[in-house]
T-cell receptor
Framework: DGGITQSPKYLFRKEGQNVTLSCEQN?????MYWYRQDPGQGLRLIYY???????QKGDIAEGYSVSREKKESFPLTVTSAQKNPTAFYLC?????????????FGQGTRLTVV | DQQVKQNSPSLSVQEGRISILNCDYT??????FLWYKKYPAEGPTFLIS?????DKNEDGRFTVFLNKSAKHLSLHIVPSQPGDSAVYFC?????????????FGRGTQLTVWP
């Protein structure tokens, strides 16, 4: 089955700790994205990557970091610098062949800072 | 600054009737529009899309209408079913922007009651 897998589904973190969210896809998509969802805020773009070893900041990149060492993987690290990390995080991928391609999403990771 | 706006946070419709979800955008460079459906604690799933060269696209019970002059699109669901109860996100992209990058509205919670 092709798709995007995010893990873990639920994650708890103590204040001041970094935490890494996993995102793996076997759709052979070049482009991958991280979005954050907060109540009433829609989906906001954190980082995106169009190709291996390259990534760009989105609209709310502060306090986050990413890597793209493999086509299939795009992990997101939430650092202690992120002031409000509690949120629902969504990873997505798409084929960068023009704007007519929809993005496919993973099931999300709910991060809670305790 | 929201480039894609969904001004109705919620909509309640009786089963069997039509649901109309609205979306406005401000960026005239957007040329591809999508609707996603999202259940709680899950990732969004693609529903239907429309290119700016069309003004209507239909897929079963779902129809999307695009009014470019008004920068407005709408999703019609006929007939509405209880299983349609979810949050619906409108999204837009542009050939001139990052390939595959989507701009999302804040979502509309649709509730279909028996």
């Amino acid at each position: 089955d092709g798709g995007i897998t995010q893990s873990p589904k639920y994650l708890f973190r103590k204040e001041g700790q970094n935490v890494t969210l996993s995102c793996e896809q076997n759709l052979n998509h070049d482009a991958m994205y991280w979005y954050r969802q907060d109540p009433g805020q829609g989906l906001r773009l954190i980082y995106y990557s169009q190709i291996v070893n390259d990534f760009q900041k989105g609209d709310i990149a502060e306090g986050y970091s990413v890597s793209r060492e493999k086509k299939e993987s795009f992990p997101l690290t939430v650092t202690s610098a992120q002031k409000n990390p509690t949120a629902f995080y969504l990873c997505a991928s798409s084929i960068p062949g023009g704007s007519k391609t929809e993005a496919f999403f993973g099931q999300g990771t709910r991060l809670t800072v305790v | 600054d929201q480039q894609v706006k969904q001004n109705s946070p919620s909509l309640s419709v009786q089963e069997g009737r039509i649901s109309i979800l609205n979306c406005d955008y401000t960026n005239s460079m957007f040329d591809y529009f999508l609707w996603y459906k999202k259940y709680p604690a899950e990732g969004p799933t693609f529903l239907i899309s429309i290119s700016s060269i069309k003004d209507k696209n239909e897929d079963g019970r779902f129809t999307v209408f695009l009014n470019k002059s008004a920068k407005h699109l709408s999703l019609h669901i006929v007939p509405s079913q209880p299983g349609d109860s979810a949050v619906y996100f409108c999204a837009a992209s542009s050939r001139g922007s990052t390939l595959g990058r989507l701009y999302f509205g804040r979502g509309t919670q649709l509730t279909v009651w028996p």
